[in-house]
């Protein structure tokens, strides 16, 4: 009976594999079959000309840069936000400390609130503090999003850092600054991989930056102007009745998928490297 559940397992847990592996599969051929054949250098170098969007000449390069200006000021800042509360929860207060509990709980919800929520609640700020659609509010609103995905991601990884490394510090007399270097040290694979969570999570959302960051056919040269974004860009290519306009938006796709790609390697062979000088 143990060994027929046994198989039984083994079978489903292959077949989940498999499909979930076919999906990823299915999605990169769907794109890249309709995207390969419009994807060309005008299109990743220069910024829509008139008639773009009806099938006229230009590219998405101002889409490429504003969804790179927004994910890497969000993701630094959200790490800068992120970094001292995973490292009081878990080296100031007590592990299982009531704040730490809360701190935890607070997270966890908002982890699961939908973007949309967030590009509604950035919204509201930028109306209460005066702002228009700009790149500065998409950076704030991503921020906001990717923050709970930081934290939690990172809390995890240092959560499983041996207490007794702690304790070996401060029975040397070391300080909890000095514990917190250490820990943090450790867990630098990790956080490379939560940065890596949080930046293709940044990076492919639309709805967030929908209502702040706003759309711009040119680029950005500070952050109080509007700033197109790749999903944006998909989205309103998409919604073309003409084919060759739709056509553009696959591309794009593929675009957002390279360089997701790009830096899934990049960060994977960083934290390889990194995890070498582990003690």
Do not use: H
Not at 46 to 75: C, D, Q, R, W
Not at 118 to 124: E, K, M, N
Not at 136 to 141: D, E, K, V
Request: hydrophobic share 50%; aromatic share 8%.
């Amino acid at each position: 009976m143990r060994k027929i559940e046994e198989n039984i397992f083994k079978v489903l847990m292959i077949l989940s594999t498999i499909i979930i592996s076919s999906t990823l599969f299915m999605i990169l051929y769907t794109i890249f079959s309709k995207g390969l054949g419009s994807l060309s250098w005008e299109m990743v170098s220069k910024i829509p000309e008139g008639g773009f969007y009806i099938g006229k000449g230009g590219g998405i390069l101002n889409a490429i840069v504003g969804s790179i200006y927004i994910t890497l000021g969000s993701t630094l800042l959200g790490l800068l936000i992120s970094l001292p509360i995973v490292i009081y929860i878990n080296v100031y207060a007590k592990r299982n400390a009531t704040l730490a509990t809360i701190t935890r709980l607070s997270y966890d919800i908002l982890f699961g609130i939908p973007s949309i929520v967030y590009g509604a609640f950035g919204f509201a700020i930028m109306v209460y503090m005066g702002l228009k659609t700009s790149l500065l509010a998409g950076i704030i609103t991503v921020t906001l999003m990717i923050i709970p995905i930081l934290v939690r991601a990172i809390d995890e990884v240092v959560r499983v850092v041996p207490e007794d490394m702690s304790n070996a510090v401060f029975a040397l007399g070391g300080t909890r600054y000095e514990s917190a270097k250490i820990i943090l040290r450790q867990s630098i694979p990790g956080i490379i991989t939560a940065i890596l969570l949080s930046f293709g999570r940044a990076i492919g959302d639309a709805a967030c930056v929908l209502f702040t960051a706003g759309f711009t056919d040119s680029i950005p040269t500070s952050l109080d102007q509007p700033a197109a974004t790749l999903p944006l860009s998909i989205f309103f290519q998409l919604s073309s009745p003409i084919k060759e306009v739709q056509n553009r938006a696959y591309a794009a796709a593929v675009i957002l998928t390279i360089i997701v790609l790009i830096i899934s390697i990049v960060a994977k062979i960083a934290s390889e490297n990194l995890s070498k000088n582990k003690i």
